[in-house]
């Protein structure tokens, strides 16, 4: 099996001789967080973690993400959490980069590592220590989970990577396929977050336009990417979001894989009342 690539953050200052013109874009359909951006002092955080920094990256805000928010964690050894979720209601996905930890989720043990992922349902006790010699690293994708009748929360899921067989695109012969990591028929679940992996001049060949919102994390490669009506390079490290509806596309222009982890909401009804609807 080829060996993962999982890009870190590395933190730091760039130099004062540097151009500060970079690759950042605003937009109100889309955003891109170059990994340039991801330096000392955008740092957070976060009460009851000890030993960590975090880079936020998406949050509930007017004009931006809507439906999550995304953390870029940084856990020192023997740091961590035995609380680390205050708001009731929230589910969480983990996916591990780099290091080691002990994850601990109703009572049940697991060690993780590079290519470790994990659902946690809302209203379940967690905790999370780095055990190893550099800091545990991962995502940690927070959204409250939306109920919906005759449907209970999803049971815990711990799984790696390297356990899941990519599923080809139909008709691509494997240049786009995607690791998931749940069921996608299983409606209990409000959101997903897979691999998604494009062999150098791999495509996706129209302007997908759908209601759900994506955040985007490049794992590994680069391509250009479709935002709207720009094409924009992104490479390992960048951050992308994509409000619902926002017109996207890719070309993988190798000279590797492009990878990224994606986050989107699905299979519920479109709100008409409260937050993103329009009744009272």
Known sequence: MTPRSYHI?????????????????????????????FSDIVTSFLPGWTKTRLWIIARPMTGFAETFSQYVMEVEPGGGSDTPEPEAGAEAWLFFTAGLATLTIGGEGYETGPGSFAYIPPGTSWSLYAEGRAPARFHWIRKLWEPAPGLTPPDPVVISEDDIPPTPMPDTEGAWATTRFVDPTDLRHDGHVTIVTFQPGGTIPFEETHVMEHGLYVLEGKAV??????????????????????PQACYAGGPGPFRYLLYKDVNRHAKLRGPGGFGR
């Open 225 to 246: 990417y479709r935002l709207n009506r720009d094409w924009v390079e992104v490479e390992a490290g960048d951050f992308m979001w994509l409000r619902a509806f926002c």
């Open 9 to 37: 953050p590395q933190g730091g200052l760039p130099p004062q001789t540097q151009l500060m013109t970079q690759r950042a874009v605003f937009t109100e359909s889309y955003a891109v967080i170059p990994k340039g951006c």
